[in-house]
């Protein structure tokens, strides 16, 4: 038996790994070195190539050149069964359960002992009860993973990565679905892990998780290797600096807000969708002139259904909505585009499917929504030369990189897609502006650059509802914070009143004690 200790020992090592698509270079001459029994954080901007090497770990991608040891021993790594065979287990940004199976069900599939699934589900039973106890997993076996919230539904996808004996564990944005809770229940369970020799890698953006989290942390920045960190010795700023390869302003200068008229409102705004599920339940907001106002919860709580019935794209079932003189509900519907003519901005959650067209030139979707307006369109045809310049003006206003109005939508970055999609919405002066995710999957220097545009529109006295998954996100824009659980509102707080605890109990349908003496515990 070796006398080597976990600090010298190596879980996997990573010399000169190369791989191309084509003409991207997407990992480039990496070399990689994660002690055993440790958490080890992999940063970078989106395209920096996290993903691509990850794959080529798990056994989805073969890498062109480079050698990879697990254990110090040289492995060839051609499919995901080895990777498992070897140790290594992958829990994936969006989980790869089936609905209508049971977590034993799930946790067993591909992986049982024989023809006979009797005897499967049995020793698994066991297998799962111990693996649990000892990780802290805590799930209840038999129930059906369609009625499990998602902090569970990620530990199942953790036991059937340690069922299938993983020591190496990989997890892609582990948290993006979880409350500040079940994110801090998810970094007790990384230590119990790690207490019994599990190494885990973290991918994320979230540098407060890294240094959080992580006892090492290594930075990708265009395909290559850009620095190893141990976490202890760097901090936020270094880190964002690494990743982008300049200085990054990580709080936004905000004054206090100074609200004033209200420009919309809702009245018990209700939605039951067509499979007759109430997704928003009597929810009742105002929005004022100066102020933004943050809507958080975790994902799936009614944000979506609310944001874009707003925006004209659902009807309600009861209630109605306000904007001006002008006032909707079910028996007088809005229409996106009644909704822009009232002055009301949006922009989309979902960029791709919502926000543009992918196999549209970046022209064509930098008028989208707009296309009908006197401007852009002659007797006949489009003014082309008007939309060019007008899709120039804003490339260089926004930033937007590459400067070229006749390439492809889905050419350009997430970043660069995002900032476009603001800069059309901002260019129609809108006096409300409805913003989804406004940094879901763009990098840390365009969310620098979003984040203050955002604030400089709110002074100059626009009001906008901010929703976002991203805590951090809400608390450095928001002037007021409404959370809203399960379709309802669960409470309202001021941006001075804000923090990870308070928001985070709320999230989970929970008014904290903090709050219950101004509330007189009413939610």
């Known amino acids: 038996m070796s006398t080597v200790s976990n600090e010298q020992r190596f879980a996997l090592e990573l010399r000169g790994i190369d791989k191309r698509f084509g003409a991207v270079h997407a990992n480039n001459n990496i070399d990689l070195q994660v002690p ?85 589900l049995a020793a698994a039973r066991t297998e799962l009860e111990r693996l649990a106890k000892e990780y802290q997993l805590d799930v209840p076996i038999d129930a059906l993973i369609e009625d499990l919230p998602v902090g569970l539904q990620q530990r199942v996808e953790i036991l059937k990565a340690l069922y ?151 009807t309600p079932t009861s209630g109605s909505i306000s904007i001006g003189n002008t006032h909707i509900d079910a028996g007088h519907p809005a229409t996106p585009d009644s909704i822009r003519q009232l002055r009301v901005g949006h922009i989309p959650e979902d960029r791709l499917t919502m926000g543009l067209i992918k196999s549209f030139s970046a022209e064509e979707s930098a008028i989208l929504g707009h296309q009908n307006q006197p401007k852009y369109n002659g007797k006949i045809l489009n003014k082309l030369k008007v939309i060019t310049q007008e899709c120039t003006r804003l490339m260089k206003e926004w930033d937007v990189r590459p400067q070229n109005p006749k390439l492809r939508s889905s050419l350009f970055s997430g970043g660069n897609q995002q900032k476009l999609i603001i800069a059309r919405e901002v260019d129609q002066n809108p006096n409300i502006l409805l913003i989804g995710q406004p940094t879901r999957g763009v990098d840390i220097g365009a969310i620098e650059f979003i984040h203050k545009r955002i604030v400089e529109l709110r002074d100059k006295g626009k009001g906008i509802l901010l929703v976002s998954v991203e805590l951090d996100e809400i608390m450095t824009l928001a002037d007021r914070i409404i959370v809203m659980f399960d379709g309802h509102i669960v409470g309202e707080v001021s941006a001075a009143q804000a923090n990870e605890k308070i928001l985070g109990m709320m999230m989970a349908n929970i008014m904290p004690d903090e709050l219950q003496a101004t509330t007189g515990g009413k939610q």
């Open 164 to 314: 299938r004996g993983a020591k190496i564990l990989i997890l892609d944005e582990p948290t993006g679905v979880l409350t500040p809770q079940e994110t801090e229940h998810l970094f007790h369970i990384f230590d119990a892990l790690r207490r019994e020799g599990v190494t885990i890698i973290l991918i994320t953006h979230k540098l407060r998780e890294i240094l959080a989290a992580t006892d090492n942390v290594s930075v990708m920045r265009q395909g290559a290797m850009v620095a190893h960190r141990k976490t202890a010795d760097t901090n936020k700023e270094e880190l964002a600096e690494l990743m982008v390869g300049r200085k990054v302003r990580l709080k936004v200068d905000k004054k206090v807000a100074n609200p004033k008229q209200i420009l919309l409102s809702t009245d018990q705004l209700t939605y039951t969708d067509q499979m007759g599920v109430d997704r928003l339940k009597s929810v009742s907001i105002n929005i004022k002139a100066g102020e933004i106002v943050g809507i958080a919860g975790v994902s799936g709580n009614g944000q979506s259904e609310l944001i874009n019935m707003l925006a004209g794209l659902l």
């Open 36 to 120: 055993v029994g440790t958490i080890h954080g992999i940063i970078g901007e989106n395209g920096a190539g996290k993903s691509t090497l990850m794959n080529i770990i798990y056994g989805f991608y073969i890498a062109d050149a480079g050698e990879i040891k697990i254990e110090g021993i040289p492995r060839k790594l051609l499919s995901s069964k080895e990777a498992i065979s070897y140790g290594i287990g992958m829990v994936h940004q969006h989980f790869m359960l089936i609905d209508n199976f049971s977590v034993l069900e799930n946790v067993i599939l591909g992986a049982e002992n024989g023809p006979l699934l009797k005897p499967s």
